[in-house]
């Protein structure tokens, strides 16, 4: 087999790659070692950037996107007693939407398999090889258990923080840093109506709670727990009862439904440096992990691709290595600023058990409601800056 660029990982990063090169004229095949199903299924984020939005548009993948997303104009900020919505097209001129990635990758899918570059579910055994070299190889076993060579010119690793690429990265020398937070969301997903407009992120001194949505009839919830508690200890009702208290406003209620999905996600904040060795890139959580608080992963992924996809093009069809030459350096900029922003928020809304931490976060809270400065300098951040 022979290619133009390898992919491995069909995540959103993969397959939004695969999808901007083919639109440039460049060739790809993206492995798997998962199972379509299994990718389809993977809940995951579910805010996507303004920057996202256009990206996905203006690569044909819009046309769900705007009409079963939902598009938000802000966010509220509370603590108790007190709820307060921040404008985002006010304060800089973006918006967010909320579309799951379970969604986008379902879009992605059907775009390669519908006449896109080839995609190759539940490939395993997959090694690197020669990445130091012009000519690198991908061997790995297909689905029918049949032994196979990918000659290609690059290698794009965008198969998770688990995969087979950033180990070949590091190998050659290269740093980690990781931060692991005292404590975990619980998510649930729920059939019942938001209560509210925009998203909520409320802090309380039993622990931080995010109201979202992923549709007009699906809540997404979230609850700040120990990460030592266990998913079987909560209880439908029990999750009810502290969001109810979490999210408490004179005048208002959570709408309650079914659970359909409950679970436990550890926080932590993981960044490897540098993103490239030779010719292998890597993009997505390949290169680095940030809490969900800051609603960045998902857009970090398609922030890295937008900047891979144009360094490749430029190397395969002009011969020119300046752009694949700072793609890391210019990655790792946008990746550093979001997981500020990714920290900035986790701290300021997860509670410790500390009063003067307390005092702290509800200073810094009445801070960015008060001062339109602080506000935009949220806004900015959560809509997402510029990638370049």
Not at 15 to 27: E, I, K, M, T, Y
Not at 91 to 113: F, H, M, N, P
């Amino acid at each position: 087999m022979r290619t133009q660029v390898a992919i491995i990982g069909a995540g959103p990063a993969g397959l939004l790659l695969s999808r901007l090169l083919a639109l440039q004229g460049v060739d790809s095949v993206v492995l798997e070692n998962r199972s379509r199903e299994y990718v389809e299924a993977r809940i995951r984020a579910g805010i996507l950037e303004q920057h996202t939005v256009d990206t996905l548009t203006d690569a044909g993948l819009g046309e769900r996107l705007h009409r079963e997303g939902m598009e938000h104009r802000g966010i509220y900020l509370q603590h108790p007693g007190t709820r307060y919505q921040l404008d985002f097209p006010e304060l800089c001129g973006r918006t967010v939407w909320v579309y799951g990635q379970t969604e986008v990758t379902k879009d992605l899918i059907r775009a390669q398999l519908d006449g896109g570059p080839p995609l190759l579910f539940e490939v395993s055994d997959v090694t690197l090889e020669e990445v130091d070299s012009d000519s690198p190889c991908v061997r790995f076993t297909d689905a029918d258990g049949v032994a196979q060579v990918l000659d290609c010119d690059v290698i794009a690793g965008t198969d998770g923080f688990h995969g087979v690429s950033r180990p070949v990265v590091q190998a050659a020398g290269g740093h980690t840093w990781e931060r692991t937070y005292p404590y975990a969301w619980l998510g649930i997903l729920a059939d019942a109506a938001p209560a509210t407009d925009e998203l909520i992120y409320a802090w309380h001194p039993e622990g931080f709670a995010l109201y979202s949505m992923r549709s007009p009839s699906v809540s997404r919830l979230y609850l700040q727990v120990d990460p030592t508690e266990k998913i079987e200890d909560w209880s439908d009702d029990r999750i009810w009862e502290n969001l109810a208290r979490r999210f408490a406003l004179d005048g208002w209620d959570i709408n309650t439904g079914t659970v359909t999905e409950k679970s436990i996600l550890p926080m932590r904040s993981f960044v490897s440096t540098p993103m490239r060795r030779g010719r292998l890139f890597l993009a997505g959580d390949a290169a680095h992990i940030v809490p969900p608080t800051g609603a960045k992963g998902l857009n970090l992924a398609v922030a890295d691709v937008t900047l891979l996809a144009q360094a490749l093009v430029r190397l395969l069809t002009e011969k020119q290595t300046d752009l694949v030459d700072a793609y890391s350096d210019r990655a790792l900029a946008r990746v550093w600023r979001c997981t500020h922003f990714s920290w900035f928020m986790t701290s300021m809304l997860h509670t410790s058990g500390d009063d003067f931490d307390a005092q702290l976060q509800l200073s810094q809270l009445r801070r960015i409601c008060s001062s339109e400065a602080a506000a935009r300098e949220l806004a900015e951040n959560y809509t997402g800056l510029p990638v370049g």
